[in-house]
């Protein structure tokens, strides 16, 4: 069985026309585990180390559509500054995954659609996340 970071590289080496080395580390990402006190996984590590320099060459529906965002896309400052204006979570559905918060900056974006939507890692879930 082929790991799905694999097969994303596969189809994106295909879209791009030509395969993109790996990049060898990550220094927002180590950035991020030093400003946040929060571990980011070697999966996710992974995918931007293989992903990451498809996504800064072109734009990508990867997930359902959504764009990929590379890692320094900027949006998380963006969302920072639109969150404050947020209505508090009422409910997460299922109960303890997330915490019910609108935005938290260890949120690491992965897509988005345009049109205020975005898929996210989340590096502090709640208790049963």
């Given at each position: 069985?082929?790991?799905?970071?694999?097969?994303?590289?596969?189809?994106?080496?295909?879209?791009?026309?030509?395969?993109?080395?790996e990049?060898?580390?990550?220094?927002?990402?180590?950035?991020?585990?030093?400003?946040?006190?929060?571990?980011?996984?070697?999966?996710?590590?992974?995918?931007?180390?293989?992903?990451?320099?498809?996504?800064?060459?072109?734009?990508h529906?990867?997930?359902?559509?959504?764009?990929?965002?590379?890692?320094?896309?900027?949006?998380?400052?963006?969302?920072?500054?639109?969150?404050?204006?947020?209505?508090?979570?009422?409910?997460?559905?299922?109960?303890?995954t997330?915490?019910?918060?609108?935005?938290?900056?260890?949120?690491?974006?992965?897509?988005?659609?345009?049109?205020?939507?975005?898929?996210?890692?989340?590096?502090?879930?709640?208790?049963?996340?």
């Open positions: 069985m082929t790991d799905p970071i694999s097969v994303l590289r596969d189809w994106l080496t295909i879209a791009v026309g030509e395969a993109l080395p990049q060898p580390t990550s220094p927002a990402l180590d950035e991020l585990e030093d400003t946040l006190n929060v571990p980011v996984p070697d999966d996710l590590r992974r995918y931007f180390r293989v992903i990451g320099p498809y996504l800064t060459r072109a734009e529906g990867l997930f359902y559509g959504m764009s990929a965002l590379p890692l320094d896309s900027g949006w998380s400052g963006e969302l920072v500054q639109a969150s404050a204006d947020w209505p508090p979570v009422e409910a997460v559905e299922p109960p303890g997330l915490r019910p918060v609108p935005f938290d900056p260890a949120w690491v974006l992965l897509a988005h659609d345009h049109g205020g939507a975005y898929l996210a890692a989340d590096l502090r879930p709640g208790p049963a996340g």
